[in-house]
């Protein structure tokens, strides 16, 4: 099976910024940890946008990106 990337951008209006962050990197430590199939997992925000976010993640295969998804969204 081929690895699988994602990349998405998330805008946040500049007042949730700060919640956002504070729910986002927890969430992202604690999935590399516990996740198989989650190696990389990768944010950053856009230097002079600090509200919008863009991620970029590689799961092991199709199966751990859903399973992912539902482990968030749950």
Do not use: C
């Amino acid at each position: 099976m081929k690895p699988v990337p994602i990349w998405s951008i998330v805008n946040v209006k500049p007042s949730e910024n700060e919640k956002f962050k504070a729910m986002v990197l927890p969430e992202m430590t604690q999935s590399l940890k516990v996740e198989p199939g989650v190696p990389v997992m990768y944010v950053t925000t856009v230097k002079e946008q600090s509200n919008r976010w863009v991620f970029f993640e590689i799961y092991d295969n199709d199966e751990t990106y859903t399973a992912h998804r539902w482990d968030v969204a749950g």
